[in-house]
DNA sequence: GTGTGAGTTCATGTCGACATGAAGTCAAGT
DNA sequence: ACTTGACTTCATGTCGACATGAACTCACAC
């Protein structure tokens, strides 16, 4: 088994990153590349996996910190409780990008002069606004890089 | 139809919401609400809905601007094209959820010392790792509020 | 042996989405 | 009249996830 290193140039350039954005996810906790004589980062396989699991869990919109327990190799009894309440948490997503997408579509399709006055439309928003409660579902936000 | 009229606070309490977010997202043109004699915030039906699809909006994920053009009750061509790409992100995003979650599941139920070295786990993330070419998916982060 | 380019650490700036606080206005209850 | 509490604007702080820049070291080509 060849675990060839490569320099934090080559591992950045692999997955279309900047290095300083591996240099940050290894201040927080997510890496640990080798180092050589020098100093310098030698990433190897394993580093590239979790590398592939950061970006594949940012893109599903979970934070660093999140991340940092799902990559943890801690196998206390509150990790299973922790990673249980993740999948929970996704499907949560999912779900409300479920209804987010229905509602998307009627806006793309309604001819309504304005969406918010669309009788459908508003049935599609009814429960957030009618579940008299506190509406709850934490979330992320920002942008395109 | 009565458009009653409610105060920020009631209205911010509605949703389990504080007064200042309401604020901010009237700064950002997210909401107009109307102005009583002096000058107090009124919020009215449309209102309400408009922060329902706010909500909606933000827990799948997307970004205070992004949710303005989807407020936006400008009919021009551009907006159709907008809503179009907007959908599909949203696809791309609850594809990218489902390959999460299954990688979340295994590394629920595996017992590998390291996760990033069991081979099943591995196998999951291949494609981002062979895609040879930049794993593109800009994407959002942050945590719970 | 001297650039050149990639690497290093450490400090500070940016951006989105609010949070917090100061200072003042306003209507309703006692 | 006076306090109380909800409201107003405007300024500044916070937090996560980087971006940017300064000052330096290192291996290698020429």
Redesign the interface.
Known sequence: MKSSLRSIGDTAA???LKTNVLRHWEDVGLLKPERDGAGRRRYGD?D???I??I????????????IAV??D?D?GPQR?RV??E??AE??R??E??????A???H??KCEA?????CPH??AM?TD??DG??????????????
């Open positions: 692999r997955f279309g394993d590239l996996v979790r592939a699991v970006l594949r869990s940012k893109a599903a919109g979970m934070s660093l910190e999140q799902l990559l190799d196998h299973h990673l249980q993740h999948i996704l499907d997503r999912m409300e990008m479920r209804r987010s997408r509602m998307t579509l806006a793309f002069h304005d969406i918010t006055r439309f508003r928003v957030v606004l008299s409660g506190t509406w709850r579902s934490m979330e992320p936000s920002q942008a395109l890089p």
